[in-house]
């Protein structure tokens, strides 16, 4: 069974650094096609995805907020990482960590969601 | 970017109605689609995937069709427990995206 869970800092103020972590079980990031994404929510509001990292190191970033991104992994203890530099309140949001997983070979769907990390940024 | 334009925005509809959910993208797809439900609460979880592919687990009244830039979601018979949110998601390309979501109601 594939489970995942966020953890987070809950509440944070303008300009911090919102550091994430995914942990999860069921699946290795060791393992030839397996990834995690990270995708944020804002109450009310639709899906955005951030970035994700691939078994093999490679990472993908949004573009629009490529240079605040940093996502990277422990493959040893199951977890992935994201960091967001220079928050504000516009990063209030549901953040979500998601197994990617190959359908085919050029296809990765996110098949098994975490049950998301609350995260508000004020000052 | 591939922008995905989801319609309708909200949905209301009769028990053991069948409804359909559209979404569009900007270009050519190729099938990369999936279709996520999220109930009140809750995070997203997988129904269909490349398209038209069910997802482990998910009841068969939920179908995906579609190619091109058109592709739509299908809820057979609905149930009351189908009452949630849904969206559809393109990994054709980076950066992935999704639809602004199907907000689906019983009458």
């Known amino acids: 069974q594939v489970t995942l869970k966020e953890s987070g800092p809950g509440i944070l103020q303008p300009s911090q650094t919102l550091s994430l972590t995914c942990t999860f079980s069921g699946f290795s990031l060791s393992t030839y096609g397996m990834g995690v994404g990270w995708i944020r929510q804002p109450s009310g509001k639709g899906l955005e995805w951030l970035a994700n990292?691939?078994?093999?190191?490679?990472?993908y970033y949004n573009p629009s907020l490529k240079n605040r991104l940093t996502i990277s992994k422990d493959t040893s203890n199951n977890q992935a990482f994201l960091k967001i530099t220079n928050v504000d309140t516009a990063d209030t949001a549901t953040y979500y960590c998601a197994r990617m997983r190959a359908t085919t070979p050029y296809y990765y769907v996110m098949d098994a969601w975490g049950q998301g990390a609350s995260v508000t940024v004020s000052s | 970017d591939i922008q995905m334009t989801q319609s309708p925005a909200s949905l209301s509809a009769s028990l053991g109605e069948t409804v359909t959910i559209e979404c569009r993208a900007s270009?050519?797809?190729?099938?990369?689609l999936a279709w996520y439900q999220q109930k009140p609460g809750k995070s997203p979880q997988l129904l269909i995937y490349n398209a038209n592919s069910l997802h482990t687990g998910v009841p068969s009244r939920f179908s995906g069709s579609g190619s091109g830039t058109q592709y739509s979601l299908k809820i057979n018979s609905l149930q009351s427990e189908d009452v949630a949110s849904y969206f559809c998601q393109q990994y054709y390309n980076y950066p992935l995206t999704f639809g602004s979501g199907t907000k689906l109601e019983i009458k």
């Open positions: 990292i691939w078994w093999d190191d490679d990472k």
């Open positions: 270009e050519d797809i190729y099938n990369g």
